[in-house]
């Protein structure tokens, strides 16, 4: 255990900081990666292909709590590392892949907004990719006006589904970096990221006459891609979470019509007619399988996406574009407790808060606690050891793991309730056995 | 023509006094707002005005009641906009209305107002460009004029997104509040204002609810508030409103001659003319009507779709001999949208004059909210919809509103019906007509369920919050919401049996949210889904294969009960409430009493109401010359019956019971008797029974009244229970039982009923011979 490298204590904090939250940290993920090899190489490959112009879609299906949201990071972590330019967004009532009431354009943004490169790894990231690509055109123009060699190196972009006008916008970003012009480069930032909802504006302050909007999210994303590459960057690859949010949408309508995108998406990719571009979708399995309002209720990705029928009892097949998180075993949870406990130490074994046979210790009372459902799913095993652990680091001396481990409550993992309003506290003060509270269809 | 202000001309607009006496309220209003009360020329406020400002602006629930035209509106926005401050984002008040015409009569009264007081006004409704909508969405401020359909329409569609609009919200004005008393309507529209409480994130937001005088104002505070009526404070104006002139008049039809019903039964409405084929009461109330309705704008309330044809046809063709342009109308719901909807514009917006006939089942549906005049054939239903319509006429200051009620009776005759010679139908158009004068108003069923409108919230709330627990969903609806007499349990029960329809209404993400199913995804993306009140679907009554008519059936009708349609007498067989069909055999009698067609229950204190009319002795001023006589006929008659005293009267070859109590109640007993082996009828005023005597009801009734009668859940199984609100075919066997014992039966009462139609025999010796009454000479 010793063998790693110490880590900085602000990798430390913001680790202890967010298990204890049950969310992924956004920073060494490195510190608490266990098991999962497999997923993870063939996510690597997938980034190599983005990376060499090719084009990917997988989706990361897994119950809640599972770690595809870690599983995601890591992924982005890796391309980020590998030079791609990654856009990641959680998907929600008020953002979607298509829409006809701004949603789409909502997650557009959202994905624009959050852009990350390896020198900018927080996001943000798209003020100096499109400076980076000015910058390189403006060496190699040698002379000629920057305008019209950024259009000349534009020239395939312009021949894509709305790529005039994104090269317009590109451009006229340009002439504002030229003219030492704020406005109009903050103007065509926001044109970038889908932030003009009508077209009227968008042509009063950049002179273009089309806008992304909820019809334009994919093409959005594959002209951003495009300039990416032009831009020497390796490719996009853009990570969707939460996907379990198209299946909660109430009309069929719209689940149908975004399950046509999310069709165009992987037609696209599997036929490899798109350039430099990756997605991962991160979902449960009722959005994948449910064969009613689930991906799986859509005849042509059912047909796309059904599961390899050799790959059973045990044998995996990871090439296909579903990606099943395997459970983690209870080898593999020591390994993440131990990692955990490492990281509460900053790496120093002799630090170490409690000895091995606590980590036995504490999965046997998970078991017992809530079954063998605890190594499906870490997120909630993993909360309540890093309680335990902050504890005992609070008060040394005086608190036993012994003592606190009966104490110590975990819960099954449930799915997060999206009524998270007022409404939802409403009748909360009932007895726990009001029927209504475990009610079941 | 006879007519009768039931008020003195008193109406003198916006009446002079000291100003000094204003001051108190006039001083509490904003400076814009007293500018522009200047402006309009006003040299006081009005009394209601005056009571209602200060109330309003102490905040917290009130309900302002006054006369139609007494200034209720500006009574409740002078405050109201005094008192909206700052700039939060949002609408700061939301007022709903139950007509889109009196929403566009209110914008044009408000806008000055409104504009005077920097706040942008806009209507919402099914008539207004999708552009406008947009614009007061995306920049929300201001006063909203709304629909109940349309507010359910912005929560459903904008889901989340409705929260900004609501979050500023200060307070919630509810017009025409008694039309939304005890209806489904009404409970529509407070599981609404709870739910923009709810995703305003306020536990609550002032209601102010302006209604017309009610003679227990508690029920227009319940309403308002539901489960907290004491809370709302009541201001009562005083002012003289608008006059109100009503005149019942009386039509004779000439002995009746038993015909083969089936062959006459294309023939005119619910009558039986006579050999020749005319009818000479309807020839005579046709020619009455053109008389009088021609030249203005108005509404006639015609009764069954038959009626509406047959009314309309007539007076058309009497325009068409006359030379004159037709402007009378046929509105029903068997006619297309657009055609209903060419009436609707023709009587709103063009200038010609013209009459819409309507039906009464689609009262609700039409959208005309001020006419010259209103008349009605028969009694109506309900003392609550004699006041709407009522209420659609005389809305502009200084205009009066009329009513006029058009009853045909029977000539007493040898073979008529001894019932028929009560008139009931007149003493029950007086009673309505009392009874709406003194301020009464139904009351809601105490208890009642409405699990149809819970359906159909509870879908509503799914869509809205793209999914919401079973638990969070209860405490909305039935914790904080209007239907508090159901309980987890039973919610439970619903959610399961929406779950286990052939096309699930309802289904659950893992997490445990309830979702949309196929069967209510489908009816959730319905063009009707924002509306809970709903046309009653027409039964089409059958005899052997052949298809007699079709008849509005909100009633509970029995197999095995007789009952009167094309003028003949039919045994009921079987109902089936899938295919909506009613089927009958003829079956042998004497004359049998007239149907009434018109629809709703009616409630006690009507038919208390209506006895005292008959044992009574003043004649109102409001009936015409043959509606006097006929009065004074069925008084005649009453005494005549016995019916002063005993309650039993043998006809025929069975009896007929006259316990003086509401329809519930009569289903009840009618049920009890079906379930304890007798053939009754329940009428619309009486149940008769078939083969027995008063020696034999007698026995029976005793052991009712003794409690010993049918369980609540017998009797309710002895009964087939059509679907009458929206969703109530959706719902399981058992759900629909407990409806039934809710709303439409009244088990508790059943003693009671017995006792009475015992208690008031007793008189009668068990042997006396009973009063004698089949024949007349």
């Not at chain 1, 490959?45 to 890591?74: H, N, P, Q």
């Not at chain 1, 910058?135 to 000629?144: C, I």
């Not at chain 2, 059936?553 to 079987?574: A, H, K, N, S, Y």
């Amino acid at each position: 255990m010793n063998t790693k490298p110490t880590m900085k204590a602000r990798e430390r904090d913001a680790i202890v900081a967010a298990l204890r939250a049950g969310v992924v940290p956004r920073l060494g993920l490195q510190h608490i990666q266990v098991g999962r090899q497999r997923e993870v190489a063939s996510l690597i490959s997938d980034i190599d292909r983005i990376a060499g112009g090719g084009s990917t879609c997988r989706f990361v299906i897994g119950e809640f709590g599972a770690g595809k949201t870690f599983f995601l990071f890591l992924v982005r972590q890796i391309a980020l590392q590998r030079k791609l330019v990654v856009m990641q967004a959680d998907l929600g009532p008020d953002r979607r892949i298509h829409a006809t009431g701004g949603q789409a354009r909502g997650l557009f943004a959202e994905l624009t907004r959050g852009a990350a490169t390896r020198t900018m790894p927080e996001g943000n990231a798209l003020r100096s990719i499109v400076e980076t690509f000015i910058q390189q055109t403006e060496e190699a123009a040698s002379g000629r006006p920057i305008e019209e060699a950024i259009k000349a190196r534009l020239a395939d972009v312009r021949e894509m589904v709305g790529g005039y006008d994104f090269a317009n916008v590109v451009a006229a970003y340009a002439r504002g970096y030229e003219a030492g012009d704020a406005g109009l480069q903050d103007a065509a930032l926001r044109w970038l990221r889908g932030e003009y909802a009508t077209r009227t504006d968008a042509r009063a302050e950049l002179g273009v006459r089309a806008i992304i909007d909820d019809a334009t999210f994919y093409d959005g994303l594959r002209l951003h891609a495009r300039l990416a590459r032009l831009a020497g960057f390796g490719g996009l690859l853009v990570c969707l979470d939460e996907l379990v949010n198209l299946y909660k949408l109430q009309s069929v309508q719209a689940r149908k019509q975004n399950y046509e995108q999310i069709l165009r998406i992987l037609n696209d990719s599997l036929q490899g007619t798109t350039e430099g571009i990756g997605f991962v979708l991160g979902g449960t399995p009722e959005f994948l399988l449910d064969t009613r309002r689930g991906l799986y209720s859509y005849e042509a990705l059912q047909s796309r996406l059904a599961a390899n029928s050799f790959a059973t009892g045990g044998l995996v097949d990871l090439s296909g574009p579903v990606i099943r998180l395997q459970n983690l075993s209870p080898e593999e949870l020591y390994h993440l407790l131990e990692r955990v406990r490492s990281v509460f130490a900053g790496g120093d074994s002799d630090r170490h808060l409690v000895p091995d046979e606590a980590l036995q210790a504490f999965m046997e009372h998970c078991r017992s606690k809530i079954g063998d459902a605890y190594f499906r799913t870490p997120r909630s095993s993993v909360r309540a050891f890093a309680d335990l652990l902050a504890v005992i680091e609070q008060n040394p001396g005086t608190a036993d793991w012994r003592e606190l481990l009966g104490s110590v409550d975990v819960s099954a993992e449930t799915a997060i309730d999206s009524d998270g309003t007022s409404m939802a506290d409403a009748g909360d003060s009932d007895g726990a056995d009001d029927e209504l509270a475990t009610f079941r269809l | 023509m006879p007519e009768t202000p039931t008020e003195p001309m008193t109406n003198s607009p916006r009446s002079v006094s000291d100003r000094t006496s204003s001051v108190g309220a006039f001083g509490l209003l904003s400076e814009p707002a007293r500018r522009w009360v200047e402006r309009q020329g006003w040299t006081s406020l009005r009394d209601v005005q005056e009571r209602a400002i200060p109330a309003i602006l102490a905040g917290g629930d009130v309900v302002v009641s006054a006369r139609t035209a007494a200034g209720k509106t500006e009574a409740a926005f002078l405050p109201l906009l005094t008192k909206v401050e700052g700039d939060a984002a949002g609408f700061r008040i939301v007022c709903v209305s139950p007509l889109k015409a009196l929403i566009n009569d209110q914008a044009n009264r408000l806008e000055g107002l409104a504009e005077a007081c920097g706040h942008p006004l806009h209507r919402w409704h099914g008539d207004v460009s999708a552009s406008a909508k947009r614009r007061a969405r995306e920049n929300p401020s201001g006063v909203v004029l709304i629909t109940p359909e349309s507010l359910e329409a912005i929560l459903l569609r904008q889901g989340v997104h409705a929260r900004p609009l609501f979050a500023g919200l200060q307070a919630v004005v509810v017009d025409e509040l008694h039309a939304f008393i005890g209806t489904e309507r009404g409970i529509h529209l407070q599981s609404l204002l709870t739910r923009v409480e709810a995703i305003a994130g306020r536990d609550r937001i002032d209601r102010i609810g302006l209604s017309a005088t009610l003679g227990d104002m508690a029920l227009a505070a319940d309403c308002l508030r539901p489960g907290d009526g004491p809370s709302v404070r009541l201001v009562e104006g005083r002012d003289a409103g608008n006059v109100v002139k009503v005149q019942i008049r009386g039509y004779v039809r000439p002995t009746r001659v038993p015909e083969d019903a089936i062959a006459s039964s294309r023939h005119a409405p619910g009558a039986s003319p006579r050999e020749d084929g005319s009818d000479p009461a309807f020839e005579a109330v046709v020619s009455d009507l053109g008389r009088i309705l021609r030249g203005r704008t108005n509404l006639l309330f015609a009764g069954s779709r038959r009626n509406v044809e047959a009314y309309a046809d007539a007076l058309t063709t009497a325009c068409g001999s006359a030379g004159v342009p037709n402007e009378f109308f046929a509105h029903h719901g068997n006619l297309s949208r657009a055609h209903r909807e060419e009436v609707e514009t023709r009587l709103r917006d063009d200038p010609r004059p013209s009459t819409a006939v309507a039906t009464t089942t689609l009262e609700l549906g039409i959208d005309i909210g001020d006419v010259a005049a209103v008349a009605q054939i028969g009694p109506g239903s309900s003392v609550s919809s004699l006041r709407q319509r009522l209420g659609r006429s005389g809305r502009r200051p200084g205009t009066s509103a009329e009513l006029r009620i058009f009853v045909i009776e029977d000539e007493d005759g040898p073979a008529a019906h001894p019932i028929d010679r009560l008139k009931l139908g007149l003493i029950q158009s007086m009673a309505t007509v009392d009874c709406m004068l003194g301020g009464w108003c139904e009351p809601p069923p105490a208890a009642g369920l409405h699990l149809s409108t819970l359906v159909h919230q509870t879908l509503a709330l799914i869509v809205q919050t793209g999914g919401i627990s079973a638990k969070a969903a209860w405490a909305i609806l039935c914790g904080r919401g209007p239907f508090r007499s159901v309980d987890r349990v039973r919610y439970a029960a619903l959610l399961r049996c929406m779950h286990e329809a052939r096309s699930p209404l309802v289904e659950q993400a893992p997490g445990g949210q309830l979702m949309l199913g196929p069967g209510g995804e489908r009816l959730a993306s319905g063009h009707d889904f924002y509306a809970v009140f709903v046309t009653p679907e027409e039964y089409r009554v059958v005899h052997g294969g052949q298809t007699l008519g079709t008849l509005p059936l909100d009633r509970i009708t029995l197999p095995g009960q007789t009952m009167i349609f094309v003028g003949r007498r039919w045994r009921v067989l079987e109902v089936d409430a899938d295919a909506r069909v009613i089927l009958v055999e003829p079956t042998s009698a004497a004359m049998p009493p007239r149907f009434d067609g018109s629809a709703g229950p009616l409630h006690d204190h009507v038919v208390a109401e209506m006895r005292r009319i008959l044992s009574g002795g003043d004649v109102p001023t409001y009936l015409d010359q043959t509606a006097r006589s006929m009065l004074e006929g069925a008084r005649h008659a009453y005494r005549e019956l016995g019916l002063e005293a005993a309650s039993v009267v043998e006809v025929g070859t069975g009896v007929v019971l006259v316990p003086w109590v509401g329809t519930r109640k009569l289903d009840t007993l009618a049920a009890a008797l079906v379930a304890m082996q007798h053939k009754p009828a329940a009428r619309r005023h009486f149940v008769e029974v078939d083969g027995c005597d008063t020696v034999r009801i007698r026995r029976t009734l005793a052991r009712i009244a003794g409690g010993d009668h049918p369980s609540d859940a017998a009797l309710a199984s002895a009964v087939p229970s059509p679907a009458i609100a929206k969703y109530d075919g959706w719902l399981s066997p058992d759900l629909m039982r407990a409806v039934v014992i809710s709303e439409r039966l009244e088990t508790a009462s059943l003693r009671e009923t017995a006792s009475r139609v015992l208690a008031s025999g007793t008189d009668h010796e068990p042997g006396d011979t009973p009063h004698r009454a089949g024949t007349e000479t």
